[in-house]
């Protein structure tokens, strides 16, 4: 049996394992929502947590996990599936809705930071897509501008040369905008470390370290940044500006996958 041969039955073998195991997972979405249509919540919270460690991630996943918990009046778990499946989905107005309400059922009422105008714009535009979505957007117009620029060389009709010209300066255009936009958002990513309070209380300190002087309390389902860590604590950022330490295991961050 020679190399080539070897290394293609390895190859089917990978190819046929991973089709399997996706018809399992799909198998398992199935049951696990038909049970939640059915009423038992905590059986198909179980499932979905089947197919996570299984090593599936989807925004639709996280969404029905969110769901399920929050049927159950689980606050944080809901809150923080519903926050996991819109870092995989952006803007997606069910999830927003759903989480909207979960939100709702919190204790901590905080009044974020007013920003200006034109910062929430750029948020705004920046947010409502993925940074897989900016980068599949810039290599589609990059396409696009190398197959129009190619038409307007080899046209010879000024009409279609000045359509090509035209069309291919604004492909260009895009492609560097949905580029920028798909770096900036990948910079985001790795400068924010969201997180959900887990505990039902818990008290954030000035310092690292159970003897220091409480700064105030936070319950569960409340979303902080995470800015630092020393050992067991967290140094954490509310949405009001407030800042503190809280020790670790009360929290669960966001991007963990």
Known sequence: MNLSFRIYLVYMA???????????????????????????????????TQILEAGEHSASLYFNLGNAHYKQNEIAPSIYYYEKALL?????????????????????????????????LYKGVLLSFSMNTWAYAGIFFILLF?????FFLGSRRPNRK???????????????????FSYLRYRDYLETQPAIVFK?????????????SPVFLLHEGTKV???????????IQLADGQTGWAEGDALRLLKDF
């Open 14 to 48: 990978l190819l046929f394992t991973g089709s399997q195991g996706m018809a399992q997972n799909e198998a398992l979405f199935e049951k696990a929502t038909a049970a939640y249509h059915a009423g038992d919540y905590q059986e198909s919270v179980s499932i979905y």
């Open 225 to 235: 940044q995470v800015k630092d860590s020393l050992d067991i604590w967290l140094k």
């Open 146 to 150: 190398v197959g129009t620029y190619l």
């Open 88 to 120: 995989l989905k952006p803007g997606d107005p069910e999830t927003l809705n759903n989480l909207a309400y979960a939100r709702n059922m919190t204790l901590d009422d905080i009044t974020p930071i007013p920003e200006p105008y034109l910062e929430r």
């Open 162 to 180: 000045r359509a090509g010209l035209i069309i291919s300066g604004i492909a260009l255009a895009l492609a560097l905008f949905c580029s920028g």
């Open 200 to 212: 039902r209380e818990i008290t954030v300190r000035s310092e690292p370290n159970l003897e220091s």
